[in-house]
Structures are given as C-alpha cells and as structure tokens.
C-alpha cells in the first residue's frame, strides 16, 4: 500500500467567523479552536457589538468557552452602524480591543438591521480609520429589491466599494465572503491595501448546489452562491497565489429548525469541513504548494501580525462529515456537507 499524501502547513488562522453566543457559542467553538490560531469575531449578535464593553464582554465568554489546552485567540470587532463614534473606534483599537470594523449594509444578511445606511453616513469614522490604519471588513452587497440577488456584489463594488477606495485609498479594507469574477479581478489587480476573504463554499460550489434534487437549505448562504463562471474564476484567483487572497470560513452556525423553515436562515458551518474543502479544492487546480500562504501566511502579512508558529497536518485520507452536533439544550447544528465524503482530512 503506498504511503498516504500528506501537507504540513503552519496553522491557519480564520479571518471571518461566527461563533454566536450562549450554548451555540460553547458547543461550535471548539471546532475552530482546536485547528485555527486566530479568529476575527464577526459582532452580529443580537444586540450587535458597537460598544467597546460589550466587546470586551463578549470577548471574555469567548475565551471562558475555549476548551482546556486550546490556545486560541479571539480578534475582535466593532459592528459599524450610522451612530458609531470615531473617537471610540480609534480608542479601541490604539488599546488592543479591536482588531477591525465590519460594515454591514442595512439588511444585507443575519441581524444586519442595524448597519449602515450610507457611506456617507459613516464616512468620518471611515477617515479616522484610514488615518490609524484601522482595517475595515465589508458585507460586499447592495441591499436595494430591484437588484437581482445573483448580482449584488458586482454592483457593490461598482457603485459603492470603487467610490470609496477613490474617496479614501489609503484605507484597508478587506471585502469578505467574495463570490464573483468581477471581485476577483479587482483583488488581483488592486492597490496593496485592498485584500478578500474566501469560503470554502465558494469555491466548492457553484448555485446548482442550491437545487439538487430540491431546495438544498444548508447550502443557502449570503453572499449566495454563483454561477460555475463566477466560482472557476474565483478559484483561479484564489491558487494563483496571490497574497490578498486569504481564508475566512464565514462559518455561520444556525440552529437545524432555523435553516429547514419557510423563512430559513443564510449562513454555512463549515468549521468541521473547511480545511479538508480548501485542499481538495488547491489539490484540484495543481497548487497545494500555494495552499500554505492562503491558510496562514497572506492573512497575518496583511493585518501586520505573526505568522503562528506552530503547525497542522492535512492528510489525502476520507472524512465523512457528521450528519449533526447538538448543543447542550439539544438543539441539532448541520455541518456544512452532512453525511457526504471529503478526500482530506487533518492529522489529529
């Protein structure tokens, strides 16, 4: 039998993550914990996290759920909405509670209500946070109905992420979650201060995951998934290795009764599948060797941080993802992929 492939990669860290809060937070945490270094902690609860004690609290839970000998560090975030102050927004960050800012556009996807209006609206703390260096993550997505959901990205950055790089270029921003050919091309060609996120699903799946056989709920996310133009360009991009590509999960856990209802919830958890996701897909297009930076080096050289220093195993072994996980008021999370064959998995 000849011996099993193998990849050792420093460990990553996850640049976009939900872990909720309550028993989702302690039951999902470790699953995130266990493989990734770092996090930045999207603020989305409800309430959402725009004060800096309510960050600091939620920040301490994090840390109290973390099981015993997991060395995870949570980043924090400030939820960006029309009131928010720029002089609390630098003063958090010049004192180490916040890593970032994410804008949400009003309504754009989970317990976004509160987000922003306008960009003018915020465009002074926006001033403030170039001025610092402050990094500004963006719910890339335009919220307007007669916008075809498919769409919403390309016209975000047309109409709102160009004008503001134009307004503003020295701001950092990295646009999440990136879905389309045209973010693609924009990171690829763009200045050294404008990076992306990218999710497993994104690059694994194109839109027709959402019908196969019927309305595919656990596959529902936003931003949606894209047509198979959208996720191939996407993917190219993203092995290219280009170093403003890096990983953020997006790992979105929702309760199974929030996801299979008439009204179901956007959001994958994806942090049990992630990994093994990423390299069967760098393994796909011939760039394991690339898989390393996306994982764990272009995000930290981006937020001027640490590569970690040690280290994971991934290994071309089949994992079959659990059907379920239940918190302890037993309520069932669905992974991302339930039941199904993966061909990687991690060393443990």
């Keep these: 039998m000849s011996e099993l492939k193998k990849i050792t990669i420093k460990r990553p860290d996850d640049w976009h993550l939900h872990l909720r809060d309550g028993e989702v937070l302690n039951t999902v945490l470790p699953y995130s914990s266990r493989d990734y270094g770092r996090g930045i ?8 996290l725009k004060k800096m004690a309510e960050i600091i609290a939620y920040k301490d839970r994090i840390l109290a759920a973390l099981p015993a000998g997991h060395q995870f560090k949570p980043l924090m975030t400030a939820y960006l909405s029309d009131d928010t102050s720029a002089d609390e927004i630098i003063s958090g960050y010049q004192n180490g509670i916040l890593s970032a800012v994410k804008l949400y556009p009003a309504h754009a996807t ?15 703390v926006l001033e403030a946070m170039q001025k610092q260096g402050v990094p500004l993550l963006i719910h890339g997505e335009v919220t307007d109905p007669a916008i075809d959901v498919f769409d919403r990205e390309a016209r975000f950055i047309d109409t709102i992420l160009l004008p503001l790089m134009k307004a503003l270029p020295e701001l950092k921003v990295v646009l999440e979650h990136v879905t389309t050919q045209d973010a693609a091309a924009l990171i690829l060609e763009g200045p050294h201060n404008l990076a992306a996120t990218v999710t497993p699903q994104h690059i694994f799946l194109n839109r027709n995951a959402l019908f196969q056989g019927g309305l595919r709920p ?46 179901g919830c956007a959001g994958a958890f994806n942090a049990l599948t ?12 011939n760039a394991l060797d690339k898989l390393e930076a996306f994982t764990s080096i272009n995000g930290p050289k981006f937020y001027q941080l640490p590569v970690n220093t040690d280290s994971i195993t991934l290994i071309k072994q089949q994992y079959i993802v659990p059907n379920f996980i239940m918190t302890a008021d037993d309520r069932e999370i669905v992974p991302f992929l339930a039941g ?8 443990r």
């Design 41 to 48: 902690i999207m603020p989305n609860l409800v309430p959402p």
């Design 110 to 124: 989970t317990n976004s209500a509160h987000g922003v209006s306008s960009i003018q609206s915020v465009l002074p």
């Design 218 to 263: 656990h596959n529902y996310c936003l931003p949606i998934l894209k047509k198979e133009n959208h996720r191939n360009s996407l993917t190219k991009a993203v092995t290219s290795g280009c170093d403003r590509f890096f990983l953020g999960t997006d790992s979105a856990p929702h309760p199974k009764n929030s996801k299979e209802s008439a009204c």
């Design 274 to 285: 992630a990994l093994s996701l990423y390299a069967q897909v760098f393994e796909q297009e």
């Design 340 to 347: 199904e064959t993966l061909n990687w998995s991690i060393l």
